[in-house]
């Protein structure tokens, strides 16, 4: 049995067809790639070139929504992993499919939102279905959302509300649930 049994493909873009493996992760919790289909919706919903985006996939795992972000030509995609053999399966197929776009970083994705100074416009968060962090992933997510940011949520139900963000759309496949969510904006009132 090879290490690398499990991979995607990228989907579109400059890398389309292109294979990203990864290693057997049966004994982290909650590790599953996006679903090619999944995939397909959620750049049809961002727009498939992502030119001058940059991009942060949180709890990135296989990389699949990283590679895909950066072969559809995103300025930088920062990709956090806090499995170091998946972190590095992800610098592996960085190396081997040339991405000097996409920054792997093997780090807890919580103490990552909390230190970086950076702002994205499209953030990738499919943390371990068993966890419901959602309520403490929101006001990390808001510290480093651009003001137009598109935060992609996967999770094993349907999420209605994320404290501070406005759910544009929804879709289902399986036991996933995928979600597009937008910072909420501030009415001025009226006279202001």
Not at 52 to 58: E, F, I, P
Not at 68 to 80: D, F, L
Request: hydrophobic letters at 45%; aromatic letters at 10%; charged letters at 20%.
């Amino acid at each position: 049995m090879t290490p690398y049994k499990n991979q995607v493909r990228i989907i579109g873009g400059t890398h389309k067809r292109r294979i990203v493996r990864f290693p057997d992760m049966e004994g982290v919790p909650g590790f599953r790639p996006t679903p090619d289909r999944v995939r397909e919706t959620l750049f049809n919903w961002l727009g498939q070139d992502l030119l001058g985006k940059r991009c942060l996939d949180v709890f990135a795992g296989s990389g699949a929504l990283a590679f895909e972000a950066a072969s559809r030509h995103a300025t930088q995609v920062i990709a956090v992993e806090n499995s170091r053999a998946a972190a590095q399966a992800m610098a592996q197929n960085q190396k081997l499919l040339d991405f000097p776009n996409l920054k792997i970083v093997n780090s807890d994705a919580f103490a990552f939102l909390a230190s970086t100074t950076e702002k994205f416009d499209v953030i990738f968060l499919d943390p371990p279905f068993a966890q419901n962090w959602w309520d403490r992933l929101a006001p990390l997510i808001a510290r480093v959302a651009a003001p137009e940011a598109l935060i992609y949520c996967e999770f094993a139900k349907e999420l209605k509300t994320l404290p501070g963000f406005t759910r544009t759309r929804q879709g289902r496949a399986g036991v996933v649930h995928y979600h597009l969510f937008t910072p909420e904006t501030l009415v001025p009132a009226e006279g202001a």
